[in-house]
């Protein structure tokens, strides 16, 4: 289950993949990045902020994170990406056989990133073959320092897209329709102004009709673009696993 999208070069993400990842794995999204020797995070449950930060990314390695929660609650602590020390952060895809009974209401992930701070991560270069044959090829880790090197644990178990690296392919099997119908609405990183539908001052996302739109509206359109297509249009490849 999830899916991580990287970029070790920092090009633009596919905001069709996005949408795609996202609509498959709509428990959190995370993104981890760089900003000088500086490694910046962020984390959401909802589309219009997905797509503000999104647009952000470029220039500097990044990576996103989209859950399918499979243990632990649907909250923020359970979102990746997680800190392993100061400078290294990891996002995981899979499902981990380690023992959550200690708090179940946290996820598999969140036990693994504590065993890695206790036991696993002491030295300074990571064992990305020991992690790999650890967690069993099922499972895939993405690592980030601050100075923006991304590790990938059993990266051959996932899939190049260009010079981006995708933990599995099932996300992207979303039919194109709903891609296209989606990502020709909007995609102008917005600014302070007011919406157009509800007049609320703020950041607004524009449209690619130049409408304006607060996080409220651009919520209800999205929903309302999903009413327009058929059914056979939203059908999406079943999770699969790994």
Known sequence: MCLIITSQNGSKPIME???????SNPHSWGIMTTRGRSIKTSKGF????????VNLLGGSPWAIHFRYAT?????????????LRRNLYMMHNGIINIDTSSDETKS?????????????IAANKLDLLGVGEEIGPGNKV???DNHGTISIANEKSGIWVGDQWYSNGYSRAITESYSRAISEKWWTMGSWDRCD???EKGEMTQTDDGEYLCHDCLEERVEEIRGELSYDELVFAHHRGN
Request: glycine share 6%; hydrophobic share 40%; with cysteine.
């Open 46 to 53: 909802d589309t219009a902020s997905l797509i503000r930060a």
């Open 142 to 144: 993405v690592f980030m």
């Open 71 to 83: 243990h632990g609650k649907v909250d923020t602590v359970n979102a990746h990406p997680f800190k």
């Open 197 to 199: 539908v509800c007049n």
């Open 108 to 120: 598999d992930t969140w036990h693994y990133a504590q065993y890695l701070k206790d036991y696993g």
């Open 17 to 23: 993949d996005i949408l795609s990842g996202w609509k």
